[in-house]
């Protein structure tokens, strides 16, 4: 049954009491008589006339709030409970109360947004309360909840009985508060011993809580957080290199050499900081909620001490009473919370800070545990700690504040103990920079990031969070930007749109411009001329390529030029068609006729393209997108410039200003740029700056040259913003908002500063910002730069016109004397305009990139497991510590990698070239497979212009896969698309919502296409090439393996990273080879003697990770080829062997490893194969079995 609150008599109301009851009912909200009805509650419940003053005070300064961010339930539920919590005798109960840091702990989490640290915080509360040992006291605490609570309770009961999960109703302030409170509730009342539930609808509800996980999770993504279990303790981060011999987990600080693990950003709206909306005003009713039942359980158990609830104990399990646990797990979360919570001076966090104080200060014999217990007492981390520690209020003292010291003093020493067993060593890079020019960028970019972390009133967590979504948003905005690089007009596209039509009507064939190339030779004799020049008979097998024939066909070879059809149009006309021939292909050799394409022949293209302004044409069109985009239609390509040019500017802004590049006031009119990018507003519902912020003197420019003679030259690309001092913010700011420059946005102290800065660069970017045809002015000299006129509207849709803009006046002002000029300079203008440069200094994004790395996970991997990315040097090592040799060095080796790279043949490049060959030899068709895709329809209309016989619309879509894709499942799932079908088209890969002739594959059918790839063996072929190309390069990729891993170690030698006798047993692997010898391809070179060098094992499976050790050390080197540490450095194997074990059975640990296991990646059929290995124990292996290690690390990586 459900729970019926009791009916209760009309309350009688005074005329001002009235007067706001009817203000409530005339908001029209949704929850306006909720409210009024809890009015009239509340003041029934009020024992005198001055507490109903106060409560109508407070539910008129909430209604009053109303047209604010905060929903009207929730500020006027928040009020009610503060008079709830008056009627009980708040103030003397919180006097009375002990200090709680988890109850600090929610209120910063609260205020500060951060929801995905809730659950824990919410879990330890709840640990800290009285246990219950029979439900008439858990019936008694429900009982003495406030009546707005129990309100809040019931409505939440009945909402979650009655709901449809199909519904997903809304979920409004009062289930959040009650939410909360349930599951404190629920925790409590699990430790109650096994028995019969009662009836009653609210304890039943709350016992069987659990029961409603799927429909709360699904409904509300804050309730799953706070019914999930606790997460299991993260293993604590530890030092790369401990010297002592007895493998341990203890924690250490932020190891230098290994990155902190990314926390995952929550994907809820309200897990954003600062968000005041909603939900946030919901948890904040959760915790006055979790308060009130703290001090009201206190209050009726007679302020008996807290027990920590064990989390193991099952729902209506049975307690068994355990001893403590103070082993090593619990000693690692105590020491993880530490190292979560900035210590009260800032310095770091308060790990941190005990660490450095142990051990960079004298501290006397005997002393350590007082220091530690002062350092705790001043962080009000006492208890908490305690608790974690795991001590029970039984071992220690009956007296409570003498209890508190025993249970202090007890967490000091275990705590003191655990640091003084670190090594003394130093933790930060930066520490040992001195003298060493080329790693101090680098290194004061790490600096500046730890400062930013450490600051107050915010945890390292939550920072590192921040410093993750930026790094999140850079990268989508990158593939954003490449996007909308492939929407924007293009010239060589438009013009093969064009020729595909002009050709189609004029010989009724279809076909890809770019495929077909106009190829002129040096000897082109007709075939029997050829024979009889032969000194030899001709091969038999290639007589069928020229005697089926006519006689005047020719042979051609001695390729002179070859361009594709694309670029044959703005060339000079080839009437000779005795030396020109078209050809699918332009490489040099012999051309026979099976190869010449007839249709079109050469003078029907010739007769195609005469008379046409293909550059006029296209200029007409760029024109007519330029105006489109000017006005307030929607355009896909400009919200998407928009939307991925405001990422690079959010992500970029949050860098800066944690490198301290960014001021404060800077990094604020940044974001209100971001938020208001109008400054009057525009389509639709957008708020322009001067509405949003009336006090607020914002500016934004676009800026002009005045170079010699002549009048001002816009500068494209650029813009400049300035806020002035006002009475709300004492502080203005300049910036310069460039993405051609970089940074992308800059701060400038003035404005003659700024103009000065833009002055010296345009030297630089005169191509980027100015017409080509302006250049000339600034021969004789430069001019100054100045503000030119104001951009009152969107100021990225205005950069996005810049650019076109530029583009735009490159076609009508360009060289026009020679067509074929006129294209090469307006391609090489859009190659730079696509082309932009980093947004950030790359020292800052390594800095910001080892922040997110931990383990052996390369954050500069690319998806998969190419050996090239797991063999390469680190790109937060490239030139440092190097020297004019070294520097030569690594000149050589990107040399050696970009060969390479260029001979590899990688998957999906291989297979469009074979489909592209395939089709062209079996159906006569060239087709570009990367531009087209196989798509699935539920409908079509038909057509007689289509070539399949059909058109479709985007709503009839149900699925596509691009050509290059479906040929490596071999078109699976898709059916054999019968002649006449509907049901299957090839269509080309573009943003268009219509299927028709305009974008069909016209020459080439569905069924034709997988008959094809269903018959092709791409496997065997592939691993032809494959084994083709390390026939030719081993010895190549053995130069480069060697060099790299002579490289990483000097570089982690000079860093600190590794220890003179691991640099000793890192080139004993080698022989102690120079570099002389590492960059010859004959050189062999052979283990030191006594050297030992293996493959490591994990699972009964082959990694790239090498185990080097010499049975006269006790060390262990352990190199990971690619990885951001390439090697890592252990007392012993046991301690290697446990860190490994603790790795890889974690998750991301766990996805470290898996890219470094060489089980095949495809079946015997050659489609691929996805296999998730399960990290169970005894974990790795070695095998003994390595001489030569680079010619067995180059066999390693050419079997994967």
Not at 157 to 185: K, N, Y
Request: charged share 20%.
């Amino acid at each position: 049954m459900l729970l019926t609150p009791i009916a209760e008599a009309p309350v009688s109301l005074s005329a001002d009491e009235a007067t706001l009851r009817d203000r409530i009912l005339a908001t029209g909200a949704p929850q306006a008589t909720a409210v009024a009805s809890l009015l009239e509650r509340t003041l029934a419940d009020a024992a005198s006339a001055d507490l109903r003053e106060h409560i109508c005070a407070r539910f008129a300064v909430a209604l009053s709030e109303h047209h604010r961010e905060r929903d009207l339930l929730a500020a006027l539920g928040l009020h009610a409970l503060h008079a709830a919590l008056s009627r009980i005798r708040w103030s003397v109960l919180s006097g009375a109360m002990p200090t709680l840091t988890a109850l600090a702990a929610v209120a910063r989490l609260v205020r500060n947004g951060e929801w995905r640290d809730m659950a824990p915080v919410l879990s330890a509360l709840a640990a800290g309360l009285p246990p219950l040992r029979e439900y008439a006291q858990f019936e008694q605490l429900v009982r003495a909840l406030p009546a707005a609570l129990r309100d809040t309770l019931a409505a939440l009961h009945e909402w979650v009985v009655q709901a449809d999960d199909a519904m997903r109703p809304r979920v409004h302030v009062d289930p959040v508060t009650a939410l909360a409170v349930a599951a404190v509730l629920w925790q409590l009342q699990r430790t109650l011993p096994r028995g019969a539930v009662p009836d009653r609808a609210l304890d039943r509800f709350i016992a069987t809580l659990p029961e409603h996980w799927g429909r709360l999770a699904g409904m509300f993504r804050i309730g799953g957080a706070l019914l999930a279990p606790p997460a299991p303790t993260q293993v604590a981060r530890q030092l790369t290199h401990v010297p002592s011999a007895t493998p341990r987990s203890s924690a250490a600080p932020p190891d230098p050499w290994s990155a902190a693990a990314a926390a995952t950003a929550a994907t809820s709206g309200a897990a954003r900081t600062g968000d005041h909306g909603l939900i946030g005003w919901g948890a904040g009713l959760a915790s006055s909620g979790l308060l009130m039942i703290y001090h009201g359980w206190q209050m009726l158990s007679g302020n008996r001490s807290a027990h920590v609830v064990p989390d193991d104990v099952h729902l209506g399990g049975a307690v068994t009473p355990a001893a403590p646990d103070v082993a090593e797990s619990s000693l690692e979360s105590a020491i993880t919370l530490l190292d979560e919570v900035v210590d009260i001076e800032g310095g770091g966090s308060v790990w941190q800070d005990l660490y450095d104080r142990l051990h960079h200060t004298a501290v006397e014999a005997g002393r350590a545990g007082e220091l530690v217990q002062a350092r705790l007492l001043a962080n009000d981390m006492g208890e908490v700690v305690a608790a974690h520690l795991g001590v029970l209020p039984a071992s220690l003292p009956p007296r409570r504040a003498r209890r508190e010291a025993a249970s202090l003093q007890v967490a000091g020493e275990q705590l003191a103990q655990a640091v003084l067993e670190l090594p003394s060593r130093p933790t930060h890079p930066e520490d040992v920079v001195t003298g060493n020019d080329e790693r101090v960028p680098v290194a004061l970019e790490r600096l500046h990031l730890r400062n930013w972390v450490n600051r107050n009133d915010t945890t390292v967590a939550a920072q590192d969070v921040r410093l993750v979504v930026a790094m999140r948003t850079l990268e989508f905005a990158e593939k954003r930007l490449e996007q909308v690089g492939r929407w924007l007009p293009s010239l060589d596209r438009h013009v093969g749109a064009l020729l595909t039509r002009q050709i189609f009507e004029a010989t009724q064939v279809t076909l890809d411009p770019d495929g077909i190339r106009r190829n002129i030779f040096t000897d082109y004799p007709t075939w029997p001329e050829w024979e009889r020049k032969q000194k030899q008979p001709p091969d038999p097998q290639q007589v069928g390529r020229y005697r089926d024939f006519p006689r005047d066909r020719r042979i051609r070879s001695g390729l002179v030029s070859s361009h594709t059809l694309v670029e044959a149009v703005f060339l000079p006309r080839e009437t000779d068609d005795a030396r020109t021939g078209l050809y699918p292909s332009g490489e040099p050799g012999t051309h026979w006729p099976e190869d010449e394409i007839t249709r079109p022949s050469l003078a029907e293209f010739n007769a195609v393209i005469t008379g046409n302004d293909y550059i006029g044409s296209f200029r007409d069109s760029l024109d007519a997108f330029i105006a489109s985009v000017r006005s307030n239609a929607a355009r896909p390509e400009r919200e998407a410039y928009v939307e991925a040019i405001s990422q690079r500017l959010s992500g970029s802004g949050t860098l800066l200003a944690a490198a301290g590049t960014l001021s404060a006031p800077g990094k604020w009119l940044l974001d209100t740029l971001l938020r208001y990018p109008a400054r009057f507003g525009g389509s639709g519902s957008e708020m322009g700056r001067a509405l949003a912020l009336p006090g607020q003197d914002i500016r934004v420019h676009a800026l002009v040259a005045r170079p010699p003679g002549g009048d001002d030259v816009p500068l494209h690309g650029l813009l400049l913003a300035q806020s002035l001092p006002s009475p709300q913010r004492s502080e203005g700011a300049l910036l310069v908002i460039a993405p051609s420059r970089q940074p992308i946005v800059q701060e400038f102290p003035s404005l003659e500063e700024a103009l000065q800065q833009l002055r010296h660069d345009l030297s630089d970017q005169l191509h980027r910002w100015v017409p080509a045809h302006q250049h000339a002015r600034w021969r004789t000299g430069d001019g100054p730069v100045l503000r030119g006129e104001a951009v009152d509207g969107h100021l990225l849709r205005a950069l996005f016109i810049q650019e076109l803009t530029l583009r735009s006046q490159q076609l009508h002002y360009g060289n026009m004397t020679s067509t074929a000029e006129a294209r090469k300079d307006y391609l090489a203008l859009d190659q730079r305009l696509r082309r932009l440069p980093m947004p950030v200094s790359m020292p800052l994004l390594e800095a910001a990139l080892e922040r997110m790395t931990e383990g052996i996970h390369d954050p500069y991997a690319l998806a998969g497991a190419h050996w090239l990315v797991q063999a390469r040097t680190s790109a937060q090592s490239l030139l440092r510590n190097v020297g004019v040799e070294d520097a030569r060095w690594l000149a050589s080796l990107s040399t050696l990698r970009s060969v390479l790279e260029a001979s590899y043949p990688p998957p999906y490049r291989y297979v469009a070239d074979r489909l592209k060959a395939a089709v062209l030899k079996r159906h006569g068709v060239v087709i570009s497979a990367e531009d087209f895709q196989l798509v699935r329809f539920s409908g079509g209309t038909p057509s007689r212009e289509s070539p399949s016989g059909f058109v479709h619309d985007l709503s009839q879509k149900v699925s596509a896969l691009g050509l290059v894709e479906a040929a490596f499942i071999k078109a699976t799932g898709f059916p054999d698309g019968s002649p006449g079908s509907y049901e299957l088209g090839i269509y080309a890969r573009d943003n268009s919502t219509t299927y028709d002739q305009a974008t069909e594959a016209g020459n080439l059918l569905p069924d034709q296409f997988i008959d094809l790839v269903r018959n092709m063996d791409l496997r065997s072929d592939y691993l032809a090439v494959l084994n083709a190309f390390w026939k030719e390069h081993r010895e190549d990729v053995g130069v480069y393996l060697r060099g790299v891993y002579m490289f990483s170690a000097w570089q982690q030698f000079a860093e600190g990273s590794l220890s003179a006798r691991g640099l000793k047993l890192a080139f004993a692997a080698t022989g102690y080879m120079v570099l002389s010898q590492a960059e010859k391809r004959a050189f062999r070179c052979r283990a030191a003697d006594g050297a030992r060098i293996s493959w490591i094992s994990l699972y009964g499976r082959q990694a790239t990770l090498m185990r080097i050790e010499n049975p006269s050390w006790p060390e262990v080197l352990l190199y990971a080829p690619g990885d951001a540490i390439a090697f890592r450095e252990f007392s012993d194997t046991q301690q290697m062997q446990a860190w490994l074990t603790r790795v890889a059975n974690s998750e991301q640990g766990a996805a470290g490893c898996t890219p470094r296991l060489t089980w095949p990646t495809c079946r015997t059929d050659g489609s691929p194969m996805v296999w998730t290995p399960r990290w169970t124990k005894p974990m790795a292996t070695s095998s003994w079995a390595i001489n030569q290690p680079w010619r067995s690390m180059a066999a390693t990586f050419s079997r994967r």
